[in-house]
C-alpha cells in the first residue's frame, strides 16, 4: 500500500517532467534541421514574422533555386566538354588522314560475327575515303574521274573518246594509287617468308617488277597478275591478286525539288543570225514549251546582225509570250569569257544555275534536268561531255537526202563522238562562279577559257561532275580558224576542225576515193566480159 501510494503521489512529476523533455527534443530538433542561408542560419519564425507554413515555402523556394543554378553550370560543363571532345576528335581524324594506318584486315571465320564486323567497318572507311560526300583538289584537267551515265536500256560510256593515247602515264590519282599499292603489296607478298626453305631468302624491290595486266568485272572485282625477276637469268616470279568489291551500300536517301530552280542560259553571240535562229526554234520548243524554267541572256559583240538577232528574240518573246530574256550589247572586240562573264555577272534576282551555252548547242528538256540535278551551291558544279555531231554532208552523203535535224541527233559512231576534249558547256549556280573567280578576261577570241575555268573548279574543293549525257548535241559547223589566233589556240583549233569532220572510217573512204572508184570500175569491166 505505501508503494502504491508513492506511486501514485510520484507519478504526476513524471509526467511533467516527460512533458518538459519532449519540449526540449522539439525544440532541438527545430534548431538542428533549420536550412542555413548564404551567411548565417535561417531564424525559427517569430511572432511578428510570416507563419511557419509561408516560412517553409521560402526556404524550399530559395533550395529550387540554387538546385536550378547548379543544373545550369552543369549544362554548361557538359557544353564545354563536347566541344573540347569534339575538337579533339577532328584533330585525331586529321592526324589519320595525313598518317593512315596500313591496311590490315582480319577476317576469322571462326569468329563470322567479328569478321563481318571488320568487313564492314573496312567498307565504310572506303566510302569515307572516296569522293562521295566533298569534292577533292585535283592538279590537271585530265585527273577528274568521268562518271559514265546509263538508261534502262544504254550504257553511255567514254571509252571512244578522243583523250586516250597508246601509251601514257597514269596521269589518274586514283589509277596511279591503285597500281602502286598492288605493286607494294605484291613485293611484300614475295618478301614474306615461306617457313621452308633455308637459305637467306632474297629481297625484292619494286625495281624486279617487269610487266603486270589487270582487267576489272565491275560486279565482281579486278584482277591483277604482276610478274617480277627470278633467281636465274630465265625465270620469272609471278603474283596473282584479287580486289574484290564488297556489297553496294546506301550512302544517301533524300528528296530533290526543283520545280523552283531556275536555269539562266548564257549565250556569247557576234553575227550568225541564222545559227541563232535555229538556237532559238530548240530553246523555244525545249526550253520554254516543255521546261518552263528557264531564262535567257544574249550578250551580242558588235552591231553586225545585232538588229536581226534582236527581232528573232523578240518574235519568239510575242510568239511564246516568253519575257524572261536579257539582250546584253558590247561594242568590242568578241571574246566568248568575257560574254559569259558579263551574262553571269548582269543578274542581280537569287542565286540561280548558270547554263553556258553555245549558239550551235541542240539540248534537251531532260537535259535541263541533269543540269539542276547535278549542281548544288557550294557543292557540285556540272560538266557534261556533249555528243559532237559528224559533217552531215559526209555521213549522208550515198543518201538521196540529208534527214531533218532531228533524225540526225542519233548517238552511234558513225554520227558523231563525244566531245571529251571540251569543256565549254557547263553548269554551275552563280555564287560558285563569282567565288572561283570568273572567267580570264585576258584570253581573246577562240579556245582556253573554258579549260582555265575547269581547272579552277578541280583546284578547288567543288565537286566536278563529268559525265556524257544524252540530250546535249555540238550541231556540225564549218569552223574558221582566223589568222589572229596565237599559235596554241590556232592548233587546238585545227585539230578540233578536223575531229569535227568525220569518224577515221568515213575519211579514210574520202582519202581513198579514187582508189576506191578505180576498183568498182574493174570489177564493172571484169563482169562485162564474162
Not at 575538337?87 to 598518317?99: A, H, I, P, S
Not at 558590247?330 to 560574254?339: A, D, P, Q, Y
Amino acid at each position: 500500500m505505501m508503494l502504491r501510494r508513492g506511486f501514485i503521489l510520484f507519478l504526476p512529476r513524471l509526467i511533467g517532467l516527460l512533458v518538459l523533455a519532449c519540449c526540449s527534443v522539439s525544440i532541438f530538433y527545430m534548431l538542428a534541421c533549420t536550412p542555413k542561408g548564404d551567411n548565417q542560419q535561417l531564424a525559427l519564425p517569430r511572432v511578428h514574422s510570416p507563419t511557419v507554413k509561408e516560412g517553409y515555402e521560402a526556404i524550399l523556394q530559395e533550395r529550387e533555386e540554387q538546385h536550378r543554378n547548379y543544373i545550369i553550370s552543369l549544362k554548361k560543363q557538359i557544353a564545354q566538354l563536347k566541344a573540347e571532345l569534339q575538337g579533339r576528335t577532328e584533330q585525331l581524324k586529321n592526324m589519320q588522314n595525313q598518317y593512315p594506318a596500313p591496311l590490315d584486315i582480319h577476317l576469322d571465320h571462326s569468329k563470322p560475327e567479328k569478321a563481318q564486323a571488320n568487313l564492314l567497318a573496312f567498307l565504310r572507311s572506303q566510302v569515307d575515303k572516296a569522293e562521295v560526300h566533298s569534292g577533292v583538289k585535283l592538279s590537271t584537267e585530265y585527273a577528274a574521274v568521268p562518271f559514265e551515265s546509263f538508261t534502262l536500256q544504254k550504257v553511255y560510256q567514254l571509252e571512244t573518246g578522243l583523250t586516250r593515247h597508246p601509251e601514257e602515264k597514269p596521269v589518274r590519282k586514283d589509277k596511279r594509287d591503285e597500281l602502286i599499292e598492288v605493286i607494294e603489296l605484291a613485293v611484300g607478298s614475295l618478301n614474306k617468308p615461306d617457313g621452308v626453305s633455308k637459305a637467306k631468302p632474297r629481297l625484292y624491290t619494286a625495281s624486279d617488277f617487269v610487266e603486270g595486266i589487270y582487267r576489272t568485272e565491275k560486279n565482281k572485282g579486278t584482277l591483277y597478275e604482276l610478274t617480277f625477276k627470278g633467281d636465274a637469268k630465265h625465270q620469272f616470279k609471278k603474283i596473282v591478286l584479287f580486289r574484290p568489291f564488297g556489297p553496294v551500300m546506301k550512302v544517301k536517301n533524300e528528296n530533290v525539288n526543283m520545280a523552283d530552280t531556275l536555269i539562266n542560259v548564257i549565250v556569247p553571240l557576234a553575227k550568225r543570225a541564222s545559227k541563232f535562229r535555229q538556237f532559238m526554234q530548240n530553246f523555244r520548243e525545249m526550253g520554254i514549251q516543255q521546261d518552263g524554267r528557264i531564262h535567257l541572256t544574249v550578250v551580242y559583240f558588235g552591231k553586225e546582225q545585232m538588229n536581226e538577232v534582236k527581232s528573232i528574240l523578240e518574235n519568239t518573246s510575242k510568239s511564246a509570250n516568253f519575257k524572261n530574256f536579257t539582250f546584253i550589247q558590247l561594242n568590242e572586240e568578241f571574246s566568248r569569257g568575257k560574254g559569259l562573264d558579263v551574262g553571269a555577272r548582269f543578274w542581280k534576282g537569287n542565286n540561280v544555275v548558270l547554263f553556258f551555252c553555245d549558239v550551235d548547242i541542240y539540248f534537251t528538256a531532260e537535259f535541263l534536268n541533269s543540269c539542276r540535278l547535278n549542281t548544288q551551291p557550294g557543292k557540285k558544279v556540272f560538266y557534261p561531255v556533249l555528243f559532237s555531231q559528224y559533217n552531215p554532208s559526209i555521213i549522208y552523203g550515198h543518201h538521196d537526202s540529208i534527214p531533218s535535224l532531228e533524225q540526225q541527233l542519233i548517238i552511234k559512231k558513225e554520227t558523231g563522238f563525244w566531245r571529251d576534249f571540251g569543256f565549254g558547256m557547263t553548269c554551275q549556280y552563280r555564287s560558285d562562279f563569282i567565288n572561283i573567280g570568273g572567267f580570264d578576261l585576258d584570253i581573246k577570241g577562240w579556245g582556253g577559257e573554258d579549260v582555265h575555268l575547269y581547272r579552277k573548279y578541280l583546284h578547288s574543293n567543288l565537286m566536278v561532275i563529268r559525265t556524257p549525257v544524252r540530250g546535249l548535241f555540238h550541231l556540225w559547223h564549218e569552223k574558221q580558224c582566223l589568222d589572229e589566233l596565237t599559235p596554241e589556240q590556232y592548233k587546238m583549233c585545227m585539230q578540233s576542225k578536223a575531229m569535227n569532220e568525220a569518224s577515221h572510217g568515213q575519211l579514210g573512204m574520202l582519202v581513198f576515193k579514187q582508189e576506191i572508184e578505180t576498183h568498182m570500175q574493174k570489177q564493172k569491166l571484169s563482169s562485162k566480159k564474162m
